[in-house]
């Protein structure tokens, strides 16, 4: 039988020290693991690695394209207010959307795009 145990997501960023520092300072992720060139960090369940790639196209550049993950949570009132107070990239205001999910999106200084969403039903 196959089962998702967890997902990681890979990030190439042109500078992983400031990249580093949002995901832990306002976005209140924890590092798991460094190596030279490579930070792997998390928020719960939601894993990340960073990988310094000084030479890449930034994800700002990208767009749409920019977006990497949509993050299902509970307390996402919470969430919101704790990174609107730590001054959070907010591109997307939180909102209730006709599919059933309130949801708001933050993006990285480099201009990769995170969704966090709540089946109204659960908040």
């Known amino acids: 039988m196959f089962t998702v145990k967890a997902t990681q997501h890979v990030l190439a960023v042109t500078d992983l020290e400031m990249t580093e520092r ?5 976005l209140g992720f924890t590092v798991r693991f ?3 060139g490579w930070s792997f960090i ?3 369940e939601f894993h990340v690695m960073l990988g310094h790639c000084p030479n890449e196209m930034p994800a700002s550049d990208k767009h749409e394209h920019s977006y990497f993950a949509y993050v299902n949570c ?6 919101y207010a704790d990174y609107l107070q730590r001054e959070a990239l ?3 205001p939180i909102s209730d959307k006709p599919w059933g999910i309130r949801e708001f999106g933050v993006a990285t200084p480099e201009g990769h795009r995170i969704m966090f969403g709540e ?3 659960d908040s």
């Open 119 to 121: 089946d109204i039903g």
């Open 74 to 79: 509970v307390g996402i009132d919470d969430i």
């Open 34 to 36: 460094q190596v030279e």
């Open 90 to 92: 907010i591109f997307q």
């Open 42 to 44: 998390s928020l719960g």
């Open 22 to 26: 949002y995901f832990l300072d306002v």
